[in-house]
């Protein structure tokens, strides 16, 4: 007997941890991995058997987004109502940093060489066009590769990349560069110059045409800024997922119809934007998939209308801000289903985990199933706790189905769906026999009932949690 078990007369006596990834059982590797995926905005995809934890994970990591500090707006346009524009608003008290400033029309900063991006410290001198190496403009070669450091090429499919075919020397590194940038849906005219050794001097102007124009029209916002910004899809449609714009029977005749950007409603990559768009079993999307990548790729997509017999597919609003984390799940048997290139995405820029259906049998992973048992009658309040001889014949059940299920010997179960469906009807059994507590006997009634109706399934069997990486990917199943 456990620790806890021992302490314990009933599952009253169980602390209930007040934070989210503790209550998720027997998935310490997939914990660890969300955690470090929401910091850095890495794309998931989580796969596993039906009811080992995927939508808990994709909850629990909500919980780690900073508040959101953009407003999405959509402006009527004078000369085109069909086309209405696309603004951004910034949280008042938002914090400001070198790499977002876009809560004013002009900004000026001080960056340090390493901070630049890598097409400007090329250019000014402070990288290797070659390697990337960081060194002093007045150094003219890399002293790692030995390449020559003042090219005004990047990439190797660059016009300018000829040259470094003719070994061509450009003339010394310029100590002003000015480039055009997108910003959150602003086009910035920004200038890097050096100020001193070690210092750039950052003057960044928003384009005319943005938020200085828009703040004199009509406008709609259609994600707010204190919207959750946790949302889940279905994939039932493209309405849901991409947006759209109502129908008015008279379009957008002025004086008689809506106008068209009062029409225009946001699909679930946009109301997810700074947040997680977790797609419930992705490969249902079909089709939709392909959408779903250039959304991730791009961090904006447009809205139209998606009934070509409504007057809202004359409507088009482009530029509207997308920038999500996904998290995706799946069933091991969909995985083909799942776009090819989605995939290459999700793997390139994130992570995907297939989660254990069972863990091995110790003491700790007993404590495990025992908080579970007590989060799952808290979290219905409707059943009475558990008393400790009850607990046990729990423990029982998820060792039979562990064995049963994936053919684990000393093992327990992680399908806590189905376990959880066992706690619920041997609750509801003693709230039928007017009892204060759930005994040994209300669970072995509602095991009978479970194994009435389930047919075993080994087609979901895994060898345990297991974390997928490009080194043993063509190894496992997928």
Not at 240 to 251: F, M, Q
Not at 330 to 353: M, Q, T, V
Not at 418 to 441: I, K, N, P, T, Y
């Amino acid at each position: 007997m456990t620790d806890l078990m021992e302490h314990i007369s009933s599952t009253a006596d169980v602390t209930i941890p007040s934070d989210p990834f503790e209550r998720i059982v027997g998935q310490n590797h997939a914990v660890t991995l969300v955690k470090s995926a929401v910091v850095q905005r890495r794309h998931v995809l989580l796969c596993g058997p039906p009811g080992v934890g995927k939508s808990l994970l994709a909850k629990a990591a909500a919980t780690l987004l900073p508040p959101p500090t953009e407003e999405i707006r959509v402006h009527h346009n004078p000369l085109q109502p069909d086309r209405p524009r696309v603004s951004i608003v910034k949280r008042r008290n938002a914090p400001a940093s070198a790499q977002n400033k876009t809560t004013r029309s002009s900004d000026v900063y001080y960056v340090r060489p390493e901070e630049l991006p890598i097409e400007v410290a090329v250019k000014m001198g402070y990288r290797c066009p070659s390697c990337g190496s960081l060194s002093t403009p007045d150094q003219g070669m890399c002293l790692e590769c030995g390449a020559a450091k003042r090219c005004d090429w990047v990439g190797e499919n660059s016009y300018h990349g000829l040259f470094r075919v003719l070994h061509v020397i450009h003339e010394r590194a310029m100590p002003r560069v000015e480039c055009r940038e997108e910003r959150n849906g602003v086009t910035w005219t920004v200038s890097y110059e050096r100020d001193a050794f070690d210092t750039i001097r950052v003057t960044a102007i928003a384009a005319a045409t943005d938020d200085d124009t828009n703040n004199n029209t009509e406008s709609h916002v259609i994600v707010g800024i204190d919207t959750p910004r946790f949302v889940r899809v279905t994939g039932g449609t493209a309405v849901e997922l991409l947006g759209d714009v109502k129908h008015d029977p008279y379009g957008s005749a002025e004086g008689l119809g809506v106008p068209a950007f009062r029409r225009v409603i946001p699909g679930a990559i946009h109301e997810a934007h700074e947040g997680i768009l977790y797609v419930d079993e992705v490969a249902t999307l079909g089709p939709l998939q392909k959408h779903l990548l250039t959304a991730m790729q791009e961090k904006r997509y447009p809205i139209v209308g998606h009934n070509p017999h409504s007057s809202g597919a004359a409507v088009r609003v482009d530029g509207v801000p997308c920038d999500f984390v996904l998290f995706a799940s799946a069933n091991p048997e969909d995985l083909s289903a799942i776009l090819p290139p989605l995939r290459s995405r999700i793997r390139g820029y994130g992570y995907e985990i297939m989660l254990s259906s069972w863990m091995k049998k110790t003491p700790e992973a007993i404590d495990q199933i025992v908080r579970f048992v007590a989060q799952t009658v808290v979290e219905d309040g409707k059943i009475p706790h558990f008393a400790r001889e009850a607990v046990e014949e729990v423990l029982s059940v998820a060792e039979e189905m562990a064995r049963t299920i994936d053919r684990q010997r000393d093992a327990l179960t992680l399908r806590l769906r189905e376990l959880g469906g066992v706690v619920r009807s041997a609750g509801d059994l003693a709230v039928h026999d007017d009892a204060g507590l759930v005994e040994r006997d209300h669970v072995r009634r509602a095991k009978k009932l479970a194994r009435e109706l389930r047919v075993p399934d080994h087609s979901f069997a895994s060898k345990g949690s297991h974390v997928i990486d490009m080194d043993d990917y063509g190894s496992y199943f997928f």
